[in-house]
């Protein structure tokens, strides 16, 4: 019991992934036809990735680096998590806008962000460090699509109000995760005395609570014709 209330207190995000997660496929009857129809399969796969990454790092049998010195390094799995996430948004996106140009942009950001990945690899090993400033690139596009969004939302008629729309908690997680999500990470490679003498690893955890926080009150509250 010792074990599981530690790895519980000290792992807290991966019960609450779940919750999340299992609270969406309650719900899925009242998006399973918009956009966010895969929303569940994004929440498992980042459980998913979660827990194999505390499996790499603090079970040997898990590791994927043959050099001892690293073989607890778990990054190249997030790094293939966020192509794949930032990936799943944008598609939201341009499935949402309606605008022909704004649904342009998009593809060309997505192309940017992809790019920028691309790049990143000619200077940082994906096994040993995230990519952290594609990620920043990818963060900045995935902001630029939420106004875009706002944009288009503001100048509609709805007869909803947007607590009632699942796509306004949705990209209000993601916009306030974002803009300092790519900031912190940097900070933690670059400067990482600031990184350990600040303890921003909970404040990410923070702004990731917030995020899912967010997904999983959308869910609740939303009603399906407000869906937009």
């Known amino acids: 019991m010792d074990a599981i209330y530690t790895f519980i207190t000290e792992q807290?995000?991966?019960p609450f992934y779940l919750i999340v997660w299992l609270v969406s496929m309650a719900c899925y009857r009242t998006y399973f036809d918009t956009p966010l129809?895969?929303?569940p399969m994004y929440l498992m796969y980042t459980l998913l990735t979660e827990v194999l990454g505390y499996?790499?790092?603090f079970h040997e049998e898990f590791q994927i680096l043959s050099d001892s010195r690293y073989d607890w390094y778990n990054v190249i799995i997030y790094n293939i998590y966020s192509v794949i996430a930032f990936m799943f948004f944008y598609h939201i996106y341009w499935q949402v806008l309606r605008n022909a140009k704004h649904k342009k942009w998009i593809v060309i950001g997505a192309g940017i962000s992809l790019s920028s990945y691309i790049i990143s690899l000619f200077f940082q090993d994906p096994f040993y460090s995230n990519l952290y400033y594609a990620d920043l690139v990818?963060?900045?596009v995935l902001l630029f699509n939420i106004w875009l969004y706002y944009k288009e939302k503001k100048i509609e008629f709805s007869p909803y109000p947007k607590r009632y729309n699942l796509m306004f908690w949705t990209s209000l997680g993601l916009a306030v995760f974002h803009i300092f999500f790519p900031f912190l990470i940097i900070i933690g490679y670059e400067a990482p005395k600031i990184w350990i003498e600040y303890n921003l690893r909970d404040i990410l955890w923070?702004?990731?609570?917030f995020m899912y926080g967010t997904f999983m009150i959308g869910v609740l509250v939303h009603k399906r014709k407000a869906f937009r």
């Not at 923070?206 to 609570?209: E, G, Q, S, V």
């Open 55 to 57: 499996f790499i790092k």
């Open 138 to 140: 990818a963060s900045m």
């Open 12 to 14: 807290y995000i991966l």
């Open 37 to 39: 129809k895969y929303y």
């Open 206 to 209: 923070i702004f990731i609570l």
